[in-house]
């Protein structure tokens, strides 16, 4: 009997350490109402949402951490300005994932950004505030990366910055307020820096 559950996990188990990045929850999000085509660069919040307005970018480099990967798309979604992922409307993880999300595709240089408003932390929790990343590069299966998370954030400690695992790099960043208002975030993200099976 023991051997034959053995025998059963056995190809579960292998395919699951295939996966790049390992098991990724609701990653597959990143296909559902993706638009046919992406451009480098996208905007994620109607003018009328309500919250601060925020761009973020930044350039997708391959493992070397020097060539620009163009091509690789990313995907991102976050919390709307009271903390929720409201209005998500199709399948369950893309309304999970609510209202704000926006795909990029790096041109040549390997930049990408988007344009949105800044997302707040969950109402009645200590989790600071973030952007969810998923990775999707040609011939690989999609990934999920840090989260984007900003410094100064009233809810993240020390100790929880210390526990990040750095997928892709650190995805905590520093936004910075132009003369316009708008909250300004830069992200560098180097493929398959610490992501499992890469
Ligand atoms: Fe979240």
Redo the contacts with the bound molecule.
Sequence with gaps: MKKLVLLLLLPLGLSAQKQVGGSCECCEAIYQRMPATLSWETRISDKDEEGEPMEITGIIYQKDGKTPAPNVILYVY??DAKGN?SRGTGDACAKRHGKLRGWMQTDHMGRYKFVSIRPAS?PNAT?PA?I?PTIKEPNKNEYYID?YRFEGDRFLTKEEIARDENRGGSGLIKLIKNDKGIWIGKRDIILGKNIPNY
Excluded: K, P, Q, R
């Design positions: 976050h919390t992922y969950y989790i973030h969810h989260e």
